[in-house]
């Protein structure tokens, strides 16, 4: 009998493709939206759970890395501001919520800047249009 080896809720969300990133798996677990086959709610990203458990999620994906980005994709829709061709600064990037909607709202640069370090999500990190600034405090630059 072989034993089926147990891993997180979130490692899990990853490897099946169904987010980019650890995070952006545990936040939809924290938010309730992902189940098991069973459609049993799983509710903690770090139970360990078998790991060839099929896993899906209800609702939409978040289109961006971060909630933020719901909130000032929505802003440059009501403000109609178009971001086409331009460049950005990001001042507290994060995880670069607002570089991530620049970008996709058709922003030719995003300069993301950010006291902290390690935080900006993978996929801008590796994107050529992404400046990435760690470590800089824009009142002291």
């Keep these: 009998m072989t034993k089926i080896k147990k891993e997180r809720v979130d490692v899990l969300l990853v490897e099946q493709g169904l987010f980019e990133s650890r995070e952006q798996a545990k936040r939809s677990?924290?938010?309730?939206?992902?189940?098991d086959q069973n459609n049993q709610r799983l509710d903690k990203p770090g139970v360990k759970i078998a790991g060839?458990?099929?896993?899906?999620?209800k609702g939409?994906?978040?289109?961006?890395?971060?909630?933020?980005?719901?909130?000032?994709?929505k802003?440059?829709?009501?403000?109609?501001?178009?971001?086409?061709?331009?460049?950005?600064?990001?001042?507290?990037?994060?995880?670069?919520?607002?570089?991530?909607?620049?970008?996709?709202?058709?922003?030719k640069m995003s300069?993301?800047?950010d006291v902290g370090y390690n935080q900006l999500a993978?996929?801008?990190?590796?994107?050529?249009?992404?400046?990435?600034?760690?470590?800089v405090n824009f009142r002291y630059s």
Excluded: C
């Design 29 to 35: 677990v924290m938010a309730g939206e992902v189940y």
């Design 75 to 107: 802003a440059l829709k009501v403000f109609n501001i178009d971001l086409k061709d331009k460049t950005v600064l990001d001042i507290g990037a994060s995880t670069g919520g607002f570089t991530d909607v620049a970008l996709q709202n058709g922003a």
């Design 60 to 73: 939409k994906k978040m289109p961006y890395v971060s909630r933020g980005g719901l909130k000032l994709a």
């Design 111 to 113: 300069y993301a800047l």
């Design 122 to 135: 993978w996929k801008l990190r590796e994107d050529p249009r992404v400046k990435v600034m760690e470590r």
């Design 52 to 57: 060839d458990a099929i896993l899906h999620v």
